[in-house]
């Protein structure tokens, strides 16, 4: 029986915030704004956040501002901006309800699954997809520390934005970046076998390029 969060992809693409969670922690980081929310709550676009370190908070002056950061909003005052204490300090415009309405779901099963099980089964499938793409000689784009990773291992193979395209065309999820390469990322629905399946088609595709060269 499929996962009940289980994708229809073999292979889904994002850049997940849960995959690498205690960046903000790390000494002399002030702020981190992670990847927006739709990336890895699997929600539509439309909502990020942004993590400021506590005792940084009130003393930083956005150099990007609207009318939700003021401290009295409905005022409407003219002149200089007297902002809000955080994290109403570090709004702009109207925010966007619909879409934050539409990423609690996602939230919520981010929430069910536990971050820490989403992290640790990250690193490893990760790790297991350099490994792979290392077996066939294919350039990794990708921190090999796992404290230094995020949940997308990029890999660099012959005629990589053809190999994505295809690899779409036979519903594995993943995309292209210039001077990165194919972009993986499973997530915590993901089994180890997709993994192999996956790094089996771009083996194939590149036999059948291959052939249809000569």
């Not at 921190?143 to 949940?151: A, K, M, S």
């Given at each position: 029986?499929?996962?009940p969060?289980?994708?229809a992809?073999?292979i889904?693409?994002?850049?997940?915030?849960?995959?690498?969670?205690?960046?903000?922690?790390?000494?002399?980081?002030?702020?981190?704004?992670?990847?927006?929310?739709?990336?890895?709550?699997?929600?539509?676009?439309?909502?990020?956040?942004?993590?400021?370190?506590?005792?940084?908070?009130?003393?930083?002056?956005?150099?990007?501002?609207?009318?939700?950061?003021?401290?009295?909003?409905?005022?409407?005052?003219?002149?200089?901006?007297?902002?809000?204490?955080?994290?109403?300090?570090?709004?702009?415009?109207?925010?966007?309800?619909?879409?934050?309405?539409?990423?609690?779901?996602?939230?919520?099963?981010?929430?069910?699954?536990?971050?820490?099980?989403?992290?640790?089964?990250?690193?490893?499938?990760?790790?297991?997809?350099?490994?792979?793409?290392?077996?066939?000689?294919?350039?990794?784009?990708?921190?090999?520390?796992?404290?230094?990773?995020?949940?997308?291992?990029?890999?660099?193979?012959?005629?990589?934005?053809?190999?994505?395209?295809?690899?779409?065309?036979?519903?594995?999820?993943?995309?292209?970046?210039?001077?990165a390469?194919?972009?993986?990322?499973?997530?915590?629905?993901?089994?180890?076998?997709?993994?192999?399946?996956?790094?089996?088609?771009?083996?194939?595709?590149?036999k059948?390029?291959?052939?249809?060269?000569?």
């Open positions: 029986m499929p996962h969060y289980k994708s992809s073999k889904t693409n994002h850049q997940p915030p849960t995959t690498n969670h205690n960046y903000h922690q790390r000494p002399g980081v002030f702020y981190q704004r992670h990847a927006c929310n739709y990336q890895n709550p699997r929600r539509g676009p439309g909502v990020a956040y942004l993590y400021i370190r506590p005792d940084l908070g009130k003393t930083l002056v956005p150099s990007l501002t609207g009318w939700t950061a003021h401290e009295n909003p409905f005022a409407f005052e003219i002149g200089p901006n007297r902002y809000a204490e955080p994290p109403y300090r570090f709004m702009n415009g109207t925010p966007h309800v619909p879409a934050l309405e539409a990423c609690r779901p996602g939230l919520k099963i981010i929430s069910e699954v536990g971050v820490d099980r989403i992290r640790e089964k990250s690193k490893r499938q990760t790790a297991r997809l350099i490994e792979l793409a290392d077996q066939h000689g294919w350039r990794v784009n990708t921190p090999r520390d796992p404290e230094q990773r995020g949940g997308t291992v990029s890999i660099e193979m012959p005629d990589s934005y053809a190999v994505c395209r295809e690899l779409l065309n036979r519903d594995i999820l993943v995309d292209y970046r210039p001077k390469g194919v972009r993986m990322s499973p997530h915590f629905y993901n089994t180890d076998d997709e993994l192999k399946i996956a790094i089996n088609a771009v083996e194939e595709i590149l059948e390029r291959q052939l249809a060269a000569r």
